[in-house]
């Protein structure tokens, strides 16, 4: 089946060290996006990517890096220097056309825990 | 920047009741506005989307319009069921190909 899969679903980080989570598409899109959720707020973007070997930060990039070597894959690393990084992570893609009829699909998200 | 807002943040209703969710957003120059689903720690569901030309789009029980001039939209849902129990997200999509997203109205049908 198509669609975006993240793993792994439940991770628990220990202070100082870096995790990344998977995201795999299967949809051929060009566009990839992190979202971070925390508890009653919106989504908020962390990065993104339109091609393969580019991205771009989002509003909540520092403490997190991304890369982007093949056009399904777009891995998060949540590196120690994010000092808060407990929350529930999507990952989202598109296609790049920047029609009105353009929308984005997300997969069932990553939850992250410190301990 | 483009700022999205949804009243209410919480909303409960008994079973059959009609209800109304509010979006607003701050830049009207966007591409389209979608209204989203999603189920507690699940991904996003896109509900319906209603582009910039249009007014209005409809699914089944669902019905979401568009005032673009005003910042406004609104998510119809008609005869509520408990399996309409979700948090609602909408989201608006600019000219850069970016998605901005309301925090979210959490909906509770009550049987």
């Known amino acids: 089946d198509g669609g975006i899969t993240q793993s792994p679903k439940y991770l628990f980080r220990k202070e100082g060290q870096n995790v990344t989570l998977s995201c795999e598409q299967n949809l051929n899109h060009d566009a990839m996006y992190w979202y971070r959720q925390d508890p009653g707020q919106g989504l908020r973007l962390i990065y993104y990517?339109?091609?393969?070997?580019?991205?771009q930060k989002g509003d909540i990039a520092e403490g997190y890096s991304v890369s982007r070597e093949k056009k399904e894959s777009f891995p998060l690393t949540v590196t120690s220097a994010q000092k808060n990084p407990t929350a529930f992570y999507l990952c989202a893609s598109g296609h790049l056309d920047r029609g009105p009829g353009n929308t984005i699909y997300f997969g069932e998200g990553s939850w992250l825990t410190v301990v | 920047k483009q700022e999205v807002t949804q009243i209410p943040a919480a909303l409960s209703v008994p079973e059959g009741e009609n209800l109304v969710l509010n979006c607003s957003f701050t830049?009207?120059?966007?591409?389209?506005l979608q209204w989203f689903r999603q189920d507690p720690g699940k991904g996003l569901t896109s509900l319906l989307l209603i582009q910039s030309s249009q007014r209005e789009q409809t699914s089944g029980r669902l019905n979401a319009s568009l005032d673009k001039s005003s910042g406004r939209s609104t998510l119809y849902i008609a005869a509520s069921q408990p399996g309409d129990s979700a948090t609602y997200l909408c989201?608006?999509?600019?000219?850069?190909?970016?998605?901005?997203f309301g925090t979210g109205t959490s909906l509770t049908v009550i049987p």
């Open positions: 989201a608006v999509k600019d000219t850069g190909n970016q998605f901005y």
């Open positions: 830049d009207s120059a966007i591409y389209n």
């Open positions: 990517s339109q091609i393969v070997n580019d991205f």
